[in-house]
């Protein structure tokens, strides 16, 4: 759990999602609140899924696209 070197992929339904931008959430890839309990100083990523679609969520958090996968994981 937390950071890791490569993303996670998952089926999502429309909904809003908070993605952990800690890497500190006990349910990656999503907020938990440990960010604020840590005081991390950092906030989750807030996205919105409009339709069903698998997502490719960020593990490595050295993406330049925030909350998703942009393969950086790979030169890491
Ligand atoms: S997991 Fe792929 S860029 Fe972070």
Redesign the pocket.
């Known amino acids: 759990m937390g950071i ?4 996670y992929v998952i089926d999502e339904e429309p909904g809003v999602k908070h993605w952990c931008a800690c890497g500190k959430s006990e349910n990656q890839p999503y907020c938990d609140g440990s960010h604020a309990r840590l005081n991390t100083g950092m906030q989750p990523i807030k996205v919105t899924i409009e339709k069903a679609k698998k997502v ?1 969520w ?6 330049s696209n925030k909350p998703f ?6 030169k890491l």
């Open positions: 890791q070197n490569q993303p490719a960020c593990g490595c958090r050295q993406s996968c942009d393969g950086t994981h790979a």
